[in-house]
């Protein structure tokens, strides 16, 4: 496990992951870099990246399939700011992929998200622009708030981007409150 605490900087390159039981990354009050990580088959103890009052996350180049997190999200984001998360492959997660609260997103471009029971939920934050994403069977005909998108007090813009076979009780692509 990567834990940085107080103005630290960490980059992460080139890493993968592979048939493994992990904790990986808790970042506070830091600035991150994560590019070219690569996970499958994986079942993280926590959350996979757990971010909160840190100033700068790019997470690029990247692919993660087949992760399991024993407390139900991925990726968890409180209080944080993130200028990209570019190029990113997430496939055949059984839960929530993402968490992001009290943020703010800058650009979000090239995501693939593909067989997800739960995609990304935004709770008062900011995405200035998602764009050029594949968002392909995220949600459950079981779960209650939005399949790919749950937007609750926060504020999105969305452009050439591709929502199919999503589902949910209410919201099968996005569900705004």
């Given at each position: 496990m990567l834990s940085c605490n107080l103005d630290s900087e960490i980059y992460i390159s080139n890493v993968q992951l592979v048939d493994s039981i992990a904790s990986f990354i808790r970042v506070t009050s830091s600035y991150l870099t994560i590019d070219e990580l690569s996970t499958s088959n994986v079942t993280f103890?926590?959350?996979?990246?757990?971010?909160?009052?840190?100033?700068?996350?790019?997470f690029t180049n990247s692919h993660i399939q087949d992760a399991i997190s024993d407390i139900g999200v991925l990726i968890f984001i409180s209080r944080s700011h993130i200028s990209e998360i570019r190029n990113l492959t997430v496939t055949d997660l059984p839960h929530q992929f993402i968490y992001l609260e009290r943020s703010t997103v800058a650009l979000i471009d090239g995501m693939y998200l593909h067989n997800i029971t739960n995609g990304i939920e935004i709770f008062r934050t900011n995405v200035t622009l998602l764009t050029n994403s594949e968002f392909d069977m995220i949600g459950s005909k079981n779960h209650f708030k939005g399949g790919v998108i749950f937007i609750k007090r926060s504020s999105i813009s969305i452009d050439n981007s591709t929502f199919t076979n999503n589902q949910a009780i209410k919201g099968g692509a996005l569900k705004i409150e």
């Open positions: 103890a926590d959350n996979m990246l757990k971010m909160i009052n840190s100033y700068d996350l790019s």
